[in-house]
């Protein structure tokens, strides 16, 4: 079966620090793979996306990047960290409209 | 682009009370529909979907029909109990992949 992995569960962070979140996926190959945002009260936000290796989208201008260094690897990362980078995120991948979500790292940058 | 209007809470019923929450949606093709919930402290769940019109999704007494007249995906329950105490989100997918949030209903259900 399909499994997802996303960690740290939570994450406190100084400003300027740099960042690094890991999501891994089991059980597929050559998945879409999706980094999310929930800000505090507001709803999901698409941040990039990867259809392959090395194929990275991004949706929104930000302080963040993204890599995909393997077919089932997804990081997210940043140089610098902002206050308002703050937030809860979410790795998702999908195949033929069928969506799974990882269970999210809260980041707060202090 | 593809968007999605949910409807604003926070919403707070009693316990074996009727829920409803809108949720409309606009996009250039013929998208499929979710409704995903977020319990709290935890990510989101796949809660129904309906990919192609007049589509009815169901799960845990949770329906919504797919009405591409009125471009609409409305999440109702008829009893909702304390657990149904989370945050529901409305979604679409087009032919991209990509999900379209709406910006998320929270609900509190009182016993």
């Known amino acids: 079966s399909q499994t997802i992995h996303q960690w740290p569960a939570t994450l406190v962070q100084p400003v300027g620090s740099p960042l690094s979140l890991e999501c891994t996926v089991e059980?597929?190959?050559?998945?879409?793979l999706y980094w999310y945002r929930q800000a505090a009260g507001r709803g999901l936000q698409l941040l990039f996306y990867?259809?392959?290796?090395?194929?990275i989208s991004s949706e929104v201008p930000q302080n963040l990047s993204a890599s995909r260094p393997q077919d089932r690897q997804f990081i997210l990362s940043s140089k610098k960290l902002l206050l308002s980078d703050s937030g809860f995120y979410l790795c998702?991948?999908?195949?033929?409209?069928?969506?799974?979500f990882g269970s999210g790292t809260r980041l707060t940058v202090v | 682009g593809n968007s999605v209007t949910q409807m604003e809470g926070p919403v707070t019923l009693s316990e074996e009370a009727f829920l409803t929450i809108n949720c409309t949606y606009t996009?250039?093709?013929?998208?499929?529909l979710f409704w995903y919930v977020q319990y709290p402290g935890e990510g989101l769940q796949l809660l129904l979907k309906?990919?192609?019109?007049?589509d009815k999704g169901s799960n845990k007494g949770f329906e919504a029909t797919y009405r591409k007249e009125t471009t609409s995906f409305h999440l109702e329950k008829g009893s909702v109990q304390v657990s149904d105490s989370a945050v529901y989100f409305c979604?679409?997918?087009?032919?991209?992949?990509?999900?379209?949030f709406g910006a998320g209903t929270t609900v509190t259900v009182r016993a």
């Open positions: 309906a990919t192609k019109a007049d």
């Open positions: 998702a991948w999908s195949e033929d409209y069928g969506y799974t």
């Open positions: 996009a250039t093709g013929y998208p499929s």
């Open positions: 990867s259809v392959g290796i090395g194929q």
């Open positions: 059980g597929t190959s050559n998945p879409n």
């Open positions: 979604a679409l997918s087009d032919l991209d992949y990509k999900l379209s």
